[in-house]
C-alpha cells in the first residue's frame, strides 16, 4: 500500500517528466527511443501510472541534467 507521501513522489515524477520534456520540444516517442524504451511505457511513467526502475531514473536524469532528488520533487532546484 503507498503512502502519501509515495503518492505525492509519483505525482511530481510524472510532472517533472513532463515539464521536462516539453521544455526540450520533445515527443514522448521521441524521448523513449533516445532512452532506448517502448513509448507506452514511458507515457505510463508520465500519467502516473508505472514507476521506472532506478537505472532509468538515473538515465533521464543524466539525460535531463538534473537529479534524481529534483524528478522525485525531494529537492526544487535540478
Do not use: W
Not at 500500500?1 to 516539453?22: C, F, N, V
Not at 502516473?48 to 539525460?63: G, K, N, V
Request: glycine residues 8%; aromatic residues 6%; negative net charge.
Amino acid at each position: 500500500m503507498s503512502t502519501k507521501r509515495e503518492e505525492k513522489m509519483k505525482t511530481i515524477l510524472g510532472e517533472r517528466l513532463k515539464e521536462l520534456r516539453e521544455e526540450r520540444g520533445l515527443t514522448q516517442k521521441q524521448l523513449s527511443e533516445q532512452l532506448g524504451i517502448n513509448s507506452v511505457t514511458y507515457l505510463h511513467y508520465e500519467k502516473e501510472q508505472r514507476e521506472p526502475p532506478l537505472s532509468l531514473l538515473a538515465d533521464i536524469s543524466l539525460f535531463y541534467g538534473v537529479t534524481v532528488d529534483y524528478l522525485l520533487g525531494l529537492n526544487n532546484s535540478g
